[in-house]
């Protein structure tokens, strides 16, 4: 590790995901400190946390998933318009995301499928009575929801509707998931609901989010002097916990082996990264499936356990780790060696590639979904390769033609099953020759959308803590929605604005609910 200035400010960054980048970022263009002075410590041998993107042309590419973005992510915006653009310095990673996505603009002309064929999405189907569920919810209070579930919400005749199906797959909710998220998710996004049923208002990046937006991030934080601790585990924090304050005293840590400690002054910071959606992901192969992993191969949340035992301002981390069940889905990356699947995809939905979204299959058993990104995907992938992704939420359901369970089923068998939705099986042979289908299981992946009372996430800054704060997806922000890039950058925003920048206010959300004409607008797609 790089010597400590002991002359200034020091700031440690538990965590290497975009919360901690962010954070970062934010420490030296508002919190005055130097890049030297500040220490990343990453338990894996690449940053990025859930904004990945990895493998080669050879090997397979694979994307564990990705964050949908849009105009109103104003604290992701104000992040991307500080770092330059990895192609061309003179711009931006914003302005580079505005000229992509004035180039291709998102409109789905098929959304769902069933039997093969296109659904007509234009209604969403929602009765007098869903209407009236969705409003309620809306305007009741998070604390009276307390741990709702979403189906304690909604009538059975919900959950048929076009609408469940579009907002399940987009957003990968679950009937069971978190009925305050819910709410949530309607307020913040309501302004999409007229053009949701196509996509429309959803914005992507060039390429896959870590190429697009880790790596930019990454370099301009190590010209800043920024050091990164890769492959070191932090075990635990000593707080002072005595007094009316709280104040972090040390950190422990694994580096090569050999355990560490780093002793706190008065003048240095903490933000810990607490919980990882993607923590103990397990990828498979064309012939292998997944294995599934579980808490005790993540060292994110026992980590959160054993600072949580220190006081109960810290959270309940065993809301969210201990329901690996509910919280697991499955999802798939398919390296193609030319473009014959391709310019099917394109005939068949109507979109070239980028602009449609989500593809989801409604009679699947697995509730599969595919997407087709604008290619190449991957800085450096070759013309003649092209890469998608697919998702499916019941991993524990057996499939329709390949009559296993999704969590069994190895790359050519998730790759089989897709071919006989689209009804193509037929073209298995033409179409995917020499593909490599590489399956992801991922225990925690929708672990923040479980069922959660006031006090399970901890607040960013806890009453009292004088120099630490908690950031990434299960720390607590009030109105903001969990499962989203913007939710981390915000939690990144707030803590070092709260801790070191005072005078400074966190960029406000949008409160398209406050504007009548977006309220209208929303109202009349859900009659429709």
């Known amino acids: 590790m790089a010597d400590v200035q002991r002359n200034e400010s020091n700031a440690y960054l538990v965590g290497g995901g975009i919360a901690a980048l962010a954070s970062a970022h934010y420490l030296i263009r508002e919190g005055g400190l130097t890049g030297q002075n500040i220490h990343i410590f990453e338990q894996g041998s690449v940053t990025g946390g859930a904004l990945d993107g990895s493998g080669s042309p050879r090997d397979g590419y694979l994307i564990r998933g990705g ?117 949530r998710y309607f307020i913040r996004f309501i302004h999409l609901l007229p053009g949701f049923n196509q996509l429309k208002g959803i914005l992507r990046t060039v390429y896959n989010q870590y190429d697009s937006v880790i790596l930019p991030i990454e370099r301009w934080l190590k010209d800043q002097g920024v050091n990164f601790l890769m492959q070191t585990r932090v075990t635990d924090i000593e707080f002072d916990l005595q007094s009316e304050h709280k104040t972090a005293t040390a950190i422990r840590y694994v580096n090569g ?98 602009t449609g979204g989500l593809v989801t299959f409604t009679d699947s058993n697995w509730l599969m979904s595919v997407v087709l990104a604008h290619q190449p995907h991957f800085r450096g992938q070759p013309a003649n390769v092209h890469v998608f992704w697919g998702y499916g939420l019941f991993p524990d359901k057996r499939g329709d033609r390949v009559r296993k369970k999704m969590s069994e089923c190895t790359g050519e068998e998730i790759v089989e099953e897709l071919c006989h939705h689209l009804k193509i099986t037929d073209k298995e042979g033409e179409y995917f020759t020499g593909a490599n289908c590489i399956p992801c299981m991922m225990p925690f992946i929708n672990s923040q959308f479980l069922p959660r009372k006031p006090g399970d996430r901890p607040q960013v800054v806890p009453d009292g803590a004088t120099n630490f704060a908690f950031v990434g997806q299960f720390a607590e922000l009030p109105d903001d929605c969990v499962f989203t890039v913007e939710y981390s950058v915000r939690t990144a925003q707030t803590a070092v604005y709260s801790l070191l920048a005072p005078d400074k206010e966190v960029t406000p959300i949008y409160q398209g609910h406050h504007d009548i004409h977006v309220l209208i607008d929303a109202l009349s797609a859900t009659r429709r």
């Not at 991307?80 to 789905?108: M, Q």
């Not at 969210?320 to 699947?341: G, N, P, R």
């Open 67 to 183: 964050r949908m973005i849009e105009v109103h992510f104003e604290c992701t915006w104000d992040l991307l318009s500080g770092i330059p653009s990895l192609d061309d310095p003179n711009r931006t990673v914003k302005d580079e995301c505005d000229e992509f996505n004035r180039r291709l603009v998102t409109e789905s002309h098929c959304r769902l499928l069933r039997d093969g064929e296109k659904v007509d999405v234009s209604s969403y189907g929602l009765s007098n009575q869903d209407s009236f569920d969705m409003l309620k919810l809306m305007f009741q209070s998070e604390e009276s929801l307390g741990g709702s579930r979403i189906v304690d919400c909604f009538a059975p005749a919900f959950f048929s509707t076009n609408f469940w199906l579009l907002w399940q797959t987009t957003f990968a909710f679950q009937t069971w998931s978190s009925a305050a998220e819910m709410r």
């Open 257 to 354: 082996g050999k355990e560490q400690r780093i002793e706190l002054d008065g003048s240095d910071y903490v933000f810990i990264t607490n919980g990882s959606m993607v923590d103990s992901s397990s990828t498979g192969s064309m012939t292998s499936a997944p294995a599934l992993g579980s808490k005790a191969d993540a060292g994110t949340w026992a980590l959160w356990e054993r600072i949580a035992e220190k006081s109960s301002d810290f959270g309940r981390p065993s809301t969210f780790c201990d329901h690996v069940d509910l919280s697991k889905w499955e999802s798939f990356t398919v390296t193609l060696k030319d473009a014959t699947f391709f310019d099917f995809m394109e005939k068949f939905t109507g979109n070239i590639a980028g």
